[in-house]
């Protein structure tokens, strides 16, 4: 099971560090990934990690301001987000692959967190 936590409301230009912690300690051979849905949207790709930290991936909209990593000692992942506009508020779901890369697809992931929900104001 993944827990995602962190969000909030923030006002543009801000931070906010989410975290995704997982129960089991299996999901250190795993590749981890984020993914966000925006109101009335798809659910889209937001940073992906490989089960050894390389293989890092990110989305265009996200390069240069989003940082994923992980910690394995505490089976988690994170995603900190700086320069937050509007256009990033969306729900972060969390999720690890079938194997230990890293993916941009959504397909190649199978277990998802709940959520945690990111709201930016202009």
């Known amino acids: 099971q993944l827990q995602a936590s962190g969000g909030g409301s923030v006002q543009a230009g801000d931070s906010l560090r989410l975290s995704c912690a997982a129960s089991?300690?299996?999901?250190?051979?795993?590749?981890m990934g984020w993914f966000r849905q925006a109101p009335g949207k798809e659910r889209e790709f937001v940073a992906a990690i490989s089960w050894n930290g390389g293989g890092i991936l990110y989305a265009d909209s996200v390069k240069d301001r989003f940082t994923i990593s992980r910690a394995y000692a505490a089976s988690t992942m994170y995603l900190q987000m700086s320069g937050l506009t509007p256009e990033d508020t969306a729900v972060y779901y969390c999720a690890t692959t079938r194997s230990a890369s890293s993916s941009r697809s959504r397909s190649n992931y199978v277990h998802w967190g709940q959520g945690t929900e990111v709201t930016v104001s202009s």
């Open positions: 089991s300690r299996t999901v250190s051979n795993n590749g």
